[in-house]
């Protein structure tokens, strides 16, 4: 099955042109009876994406109510992860519809950049927003003064920089690898760990390397976010209505499954060994930290507050209100 779609792509072919200059996008050409199942799959979970987290931008900016610390990480979270996906799923579309399932050179460095860097800031600023949490629920008399709008900012800047910056010597140390001719990845877009398979030198130390940043940005801050969240259970422990102990473990829950998910498959991508890697459950892991998690962080985090709801009722009836008139 797989050698009839190398035949049909003509990828040895193109893998001798010497006026080819990109990468052939293999994906999940190994079973061509999933890919229109996963294009419809795929562009839905798109689409709901897109639709919850522009109304969550949407929503905080425009909304005097939600113009607190909390929407304030939610919102560039929602960004972060609009971007995140923008930057994968449509390549993703393209290559399961079309014949010729390439990515140029230049437009998989950008990809590899855009991904890392954005997948750092999502790492550091889920932190933050543990932290947040933490002072709302564990020092609510100081909570503006500690969660202050400077220090928001600080914070928020702080993730973006630190994780583009990380990505500027990841992708650095990743594309001057030399390749001796390969071209076929093994993979739906253009990552780290599949790009040092695919290199013909030694890569023990971009691999070494690879680890140490992951340990970073991935256990640091789940560690983090786990130790604030074991302040905030026991902050909750205290609390004497049941019905409130309830709804506060409930909220803390589904916040720390988005949190599992996200860093779980994260860290089962990036640090376990590299001769453990299986692609076909590597693309599935994948499909989860671009397309599933987007998609959960405003169903989990959001849309089903009471201030979100009542932000949208309120911007639909001034929307109704405005076309009445």
């Not at 390749?179 to 093994?186: A, I, K, V, W």
């Not at 990552?191 to 030198?201: I, R």
């Not at 340990?215 to 789940?222: C, K, M, R």
Request: net charge positive; with cysteine.
């Amino acid at each position: 099955m797989e050698s009839s779609f190398l035949h049909r792509q003509s990828a040895r072919e193109r893998a001798n042109d010497s006026t080819f200059s990109g990468f052939l996008l293999l994906g999940f050409s190994n079973r061509p009876q999933l890919e229109t199942p996963l294009f419809v799959l795929i562009l839905i979970v798109y689409f709901l994406s897109f639709l919850g987290n522009g109304t969550i931008i949407l929503l905080s900016w425009m909304d005097p109510h939600l113009h607190t610390p909390m929407y304030f990480f939610l919102s560039n979270l929602s960004f972060m992860d609009l971007c995140l996906t923008t930057c994968t799923v449509p390549q993703t579309l393209a290559n399961l519809q079309g014949r010729v399932k390439t990515i140029t050179y230049g437009g998989c460095v950008t990809q590899l950049f855009i991904a890392l860097g954005l997948g750092g800031v999502e790492c550091v600023l889920l932190a933050v927003m543990a932290y947040d949490r933490y002072a709302a629920v564990c020092r609510p008399l100081h909570y503006l003064a500690i969660v202050h709008p400077q220090l928001c900012l600080w914070l928020v800047l702080t993730a973006w920089f630190t994780g583009f910056g990380n990505s500027v010597l990841q992708t650095a140390l990743t594309m001057i690898l030399p390749l001796c001719g390969r071209n076929q990845l093994d993979h739906f877009f253009c990552e780290v760990p599949v790009m040092l398979k695919l290199s013909c030198a030694d890569t023990s130390i971009n691999q070494a390397e690879l680890f140490t940043v992951s340990v970073f940005f991935l256990v640091v801050p789940l560690s983090l976010i786990l130790l604030s969240y074991g302040h905030i259970t026991r902050a909750v422990l205290k609390i004497k209505s049941a019905q409130g102990r309830q709804k506060a473990f409930g909220t803390c829950g589904s916040h720390l499954m988005v949190v599992v998910i996200f860093f779980g498959t994260l860290i089962s991508m990036y640090l376990q060994p590299p001769s453990s890697y299986s692609q076909d459950v590597n693309k599935s892991i994948a499909l989860f930290y671009t397309l599933v998690t987007p998609l959960l962080n405003p169903l989990i985090y959001t849309l089903r507050n009471k201030e979100v709801k009542g932000a949208l009722r309120r911007l639909l009836r001034v929307t109704m209100d405005s076309r009445r008139s």
